[in-house]
């Protein structure tokens, strides 16, 4: 007779507003137990941003244009890390050679919506563009321009409006692309249907998907504001928690090792 039973297998993990801190923690998991691809994601996108940084710095609407679809296509440079969490769900690591394997399929419902989020970020930096131009009394040019005429004005008004027109003309990027993504590089589906999901994600689950949403851009605040070196680690360790986001909100049957299948809870 067996006095210890057998461990059952995971169940489905509703989603709470604790949810995304449970993400986190289980991206930090899978970030420590296979961390070269991650750092090396990490690394390789710090490094884009220095380079936007050098060559637009005296440029402030060149660096915002550059920085907002830098920072809004990210996440599909970042797919080849959803499979590197969905093979650590089977209890496997897999090294960089297969996540370029990934990138070299040219999936071009990837490369599409790539296009359509820099189309988005190109969008925000031209109504940015104007908002500002059209409210500032002073022209701006350069990012110290910027810091001087809006950031650091004593007056209440441009700056506060900007930021919230920016997360305004966030959210539905957000919305768009928070589980289409990972869906994207689990499945077949066209962008339509995975879009439509990820709102459907998102309207089943406001608190949590919005608490999420904040993390992730302070979670980037603080990368960037650390000379972009944070980067390093909180890109690889967002995509990772994104995965298992993805896994909680459409219930995806995850594979245990042993050959289990299980839904949900990443």
């Known amino acids: 007779m067996n006095d210890h039973p057998s461990p059952a297998p995971n169940m489905p993990v509703p989603v709470s507003l ?47 244009g550059a920085f907002s679809g830098f920072l809004i296509v990210a996440p599909i440079l970042a797919t080849g890390l959803y499979h590197v969490s969905r093979a650590c769900n089977s209890g496997r690591c897999v090294g960089m050679p297969e996540v370029i394997a ?36 002073e022209p701006i040019h350069k990012p110290i321009d910027f810091l001087r005429h809006v950031v650091l004005v004593r007056e209440i008004g441009l700056f506060e409006v900007w930021l919230l027109l920016g997360a305004l003309l966030a959210a ?55 000379a972009l070196l944070g980067l390093v680690v909180v890109i690889p360790l967002i995509a990772h928690a994104s995965w298992h986001a993805y896994c909680d909100l459409t219930q995806r049957p995850v594979s245990l090792p042993g050959g289990i299948e299980s839904t949900g809870g990443g």
């Open 102 to 137: 990934l990138w070299r399929s040219g999936d071009g419902r990837l490369v599409r919506f790539g296009l359509l989020l820099g189309l988005a970020g190109t969008g925000w930096v031209l109504t940015s563009a104007g908002l500002i131009t059209l409210w500032s009394p």
């Open 172 to 226: 539905p990027v957000f919305a768009s692309s928070v589980v289409a993504i990972p869906m994207l590089v689990d499945t077949s589906v066209p962008i339509s249907m995975a879009v439509t999901e990820s709102w459907r994600a998102v309207a089943n689950h406001p608190a949590p998907m919005a608490f999420w949403a904040v993390l992730i851009g302070l979670l980037v605040g603080l990368g960037m504001f650390t």
């Open 18 to 64: 604790g949810s995304p801190l449970r993400w986190l923690a289980l991206g930090w998991a899978d970030l420590r137990r296979n961390p070269a691809p991650g750092l090396w994601h990490g690394m390789l996108l710090a490094a884009g941003g220095w380079l936007l940084l050098w060559g637009a710095r005296d440029q402030f609407w060149l660096l915002a």
